[in-house]
């Protein structure tokens, strides 16, 4: 006796899809009817193993309603439309680049070396509120900070806090034209040493003053310069007789038998005591005299 067969009426009807592959006695098939007339061993396969503990890898993915959440519990990370939230900080183990401008609602904790090529800052205010007492630029001493461009700092700058280095540490940026306070911790202005350096430019000046003038025969015993006598700075001794040498005929006069006055503006005189001397002037002599003239 022949065995008894049962077929479909209506036959079940398979088909695969995208990435779906499909076999019947591992012929492949799109689309095919099994009536249940002959013995088949279907199956439907993927381009990738899709098991818990496998690595799936997806071109794209579509979420609905557009929100993805990795991980479980209190670890999880959320990712939506133009959002990224954890239930715990977000971590990035490796560099994190952002091709475009970068907006910051809230606050921001920096807690590793900052490397920049270049840095543009605009701000109305900031506010800078220290937790431990110290806001730190870099792990050590070693380490230093540059800006290309300005700084301006609104409040005290300390350079070294450091007493027992050669450099001490500066409080202050002064623009006292008087330097009445003598600090040993403020910095001063161009303005300040101008002023101030002017205030000694006269002792300078008449420092430096050496000049020569030749002189005329007035009588045996003076002789006129057309020039004027520097006039010595308030504290410096008045300027004398010491503060010249006289030449006769390239033989130096001594100082003691020589007397000067200032007559006018074009007339210095020189008047010699020719006893002391031991000769006195002749119309022929030259006379010159070197030292503090006023130029």
Same mark, same amino acid.
């Given at each position: !006796?022949?065995?008894?067969?049962?077929?479909?009426?209506?036959?079940?009807? &398979?088909?695969?899809?995208?990435?779906?592959?499909?076999?019947? =006695?591992?012929?492949?098939?799109?689309?095919?009817?099994?009536?249940?007339?002959?013995? *088949?061993?279907?199956?439907?396969?993927?381009?990738?193993?899709?098991?818990?503990?496998?690595? /799936?890898?997806?071109?794209?993915?579509?979420?609905?309603?557009?929100?993805? %959440?990795?991980?479980?519990?209190? =670890?999880? &990370?959320?990712?939506?439309?133009?959002?990224?939230?954890?239930?715990?900080?977000?971590?990035?183990?490796?560099?994190?680049?952002?091709?475009?401008?970068?907006?910051?609602?809230?606050?921001? %904790?920096?807690?590793?070396?900052?490397?920049?090529?270049?840095?543009?800052?605009?701000?109305? *205010?900031? /506010?800078?509120?220290?937790?431990?007492?110290?806001?730190?630029?870099?792990? =050590?001493? $070693?380490?230093?900070?540059?800006?290309?461009?300005?700084?301006?700092?609104?409040? $005290?700058?300390?350079?070294?806090?450091?007493?027992?280095?050669?450099? #001490?540490?500066?409080?202050? &940026? $002064? =623009?006292?034209?008087?330097?009445?306070?003598?600090?040993?911790?403020?910095?001063?202005?161009? #303005?300040?040493?101008? %002023?101030?350096?002017?205030?000694?430019?006269?002792?300078?000046?008449?420092? #430096?003053?050496? +000049?020569?003038?030749?002189?005329?025969?007035?009588?045996?015993?003076?002789?006129?310069?057309?020039? %004027?006598?520097?006039?010595?700075?308030?504290? !410096?001794?008045?300027?004398?007789?010491?503060? +010249?040498?006289?030449?006769?005929?390239? !033989?130096?006069?001594?100082?003691?038998?020589?007397?000067?006055?200032?007559?006018?503006?074009?007339?210095? #005189?020189?008047?010699?005591?020719? *006893?002391?001397?031991?000769?006195?002037?002749? *119309?022929?002599?030259?006379?010159?005299?070197?030292?503090?003239?006023?130029?």
């Amino acid at each position: !006796m022949s065995d008894i067969i049962f077929k479909l009426k209506n036959p079940l009807t &398979i088909s695969s899809s995208n990435f779906v592959t499909t076999t019947d =006695n591992d012929t492949t098939f799109d689309t095919k009817e099994f009536d249940g007339l002959f013995k *088949s061993n279907v199956k439907f396969s993927l381009p990738q193993a899709v098991g818990t503990t496998d690595s /799936v890898q997806f071109n794209q993915v579509t979420l609905s309603p557009n929100t993805l %959440t990795v991980g479980t519990g209190s =670890n999880t &990370i959320v990712l939506k439309d133009k959002s990224i939230s954890g239930t715990s900080p977000i971590s990035f183990q490796n560099d994190l680049l952002v091709t475009q401008n970068t907006t910051i609602l809230d606050g921001f %904790t920096f807690t590793g070396t900052l490397a920049t090529g270049s840095s543009t800052i605009a701000t109305s *205010s900031v /506010v800078i509120e220290n937790q431990s007492g110290s806001t730190i630029w870099g792990e =050590n001493l $070693s380490q230093k900070q540059f800006f290309s461009s300005s700084l301006e700092v609104t409040g $005290s700058v300390l350079l070294n806090k450091d007493d027992s280095v050669p450099i #001490r540490p500066f409080d202050e &940026i $002064s =623009n006292d034209t008087s330097v009445s306070d003598e600090s040993n911790t403020a910095l001063v202005t161009e #303005r300040v040493a101008k %002023t101030f350096l002017s205030t000694l430019k006269p002792e300078r000046n008449y420092l #430096r003053k050496s +000049f020569v003038h030749t002189g005329s025969f007035i009588s045996s015993t003076s002789v006129k310069f057309v020039a %004027t006598t520097a006039s010595a700075p308030v504290g !410096m001794t008045t300027t004398s007789e010491n503060d +010249f040498m006289f030449f006769i005929n390239g !033989m130096v006069m001594e100082n003691d038998a020589l007397t000067i006055q200032q007559n006018s503006s074009t007339d210095f #005189r020189l008047t010699i005591n020719s *006893s002391e001397l031991g000769y006195s002037l002749e *119309s022929d002599d030259e006379v010159i005299g070197f030292g503090k003239f006023n130029s």
